[in-house]
Antibody
Framework: QLQLQESGPGLVKPSETLSLTCTVS??????????WAWIRQPPGKGLEWIAS???????YYKPSLKSRVAISVDPSKNQFSLRLRSVTAADTAVYYCTRERTSTSIDWGQGTLVTVSS | QSALTQPPSASGSPGQSVTISCTGT?????????VSWYQQHPGKAPKLMIY???KRPSGVPDRFSGSKSGNTASLTVSGLQAEDEADYYCSSHAITSNAYVIFGGGTKLTVL
């Protein structure tokens, strides 16, 4: 049973960089059939896809976030990561990491709340 | 890259059927077969209910079905049950300047 676990600071100051890591267990991040994605959900609002990465390092970004986001993968640790620069209060959200296949998130982590506040 | 359009709310009585729409453009819903639907209960992570327009993952009841016509996808829940009350989100593969995934704004389904 594949499991995904998000980790990282729960509080980030405005203008700083949000950094999260997703650790994959019960399966290999080097699967040729899957991508690995980050999705977020502001409190009381809907889901927003942020980015995805393939085990080879190929990346895909939501166009409106592309200038501030970097996603990366570390197959040796079975992890992938998200960095979001210059955060504001609007970036406060529950951040989920997921396993994707054909643009579908088939497995989800439990989510981690990141609050942007001074 | 505006979100896909979903009605904010939908409702039905137990045993009835309800359909939730998801409208996009030819650059997303209308252009690809990669439309998915997710169910989210309060405080929980979303759960995949439908993928590739009309396919159900193992374990999802056949009361849930999906379809697409043009730029609009639909999720139908038949034989409504109390546990179906949740938020439902559609998503689609999309391409503008690059490939990405776009979500709908979500629909709150209430079982009366």
């Amino acid at each position: 049973q594949l499991q995904l676990q998000e980790s990282g600071p729960g509080l980030v100051k405005p203008s700083e960089t949000l950094s999260l890591t997703c650790t994959v267990s019960g399966g290999s991040i080097s699967s040729r059939d899957h991508h690995w994605a980050w999705i977020r959900q502001p409190p009381g609002k809907g889901l927003e896809w942020i980015a995805s990465v393939y085990y080879s390092g190929t990346t895909y970004y939501k166009p409106s976030l592309k200038s501030r986001v970097a996603i990366s993968v570390d197959p040796s640790k079975n992890q992938f990561s998200l960095r979001l620069r210059s955060v504001t209060a609007a970036d406060t959200a529950v951040y989920y990491c997921t396993r994707e296949r054909t643009s579908t998130s088939i497995d989800w982590g439990q989510g981690t709340l990141v609050t942007v506040s001074s | 890259q505006s979100a896909l359009t979903q009605p904010p709310s939908a409702s039905g009585s137990p045993g009835q059927s309800v359909t939730i729409s998801c409208t996009g453009t030819s650059s997303d819903v209308g252009g690809y077969k990669y439309v998915s639907w997710y169910q989210q209960h309060p405080g929980k992570a979303p759960k995949l209910m439908i993928y590739e327009v009309n396919k159900r993952p193992s374990g999802v009841p056949d009361r849930f079905s999906g379809s697409k016509s043009g730029n609009t996808a639909s999720l139908t829940v038949s034989g409504l049950q109390a546990e179906d009350e949740a938020d439902y989100y559609c998503s689609s593969h999309a391409i503008t300047s690059n490939a990405y995934v776009i979500f709908g704004g979500g629909t709150k389904l209430t079982v009366l």
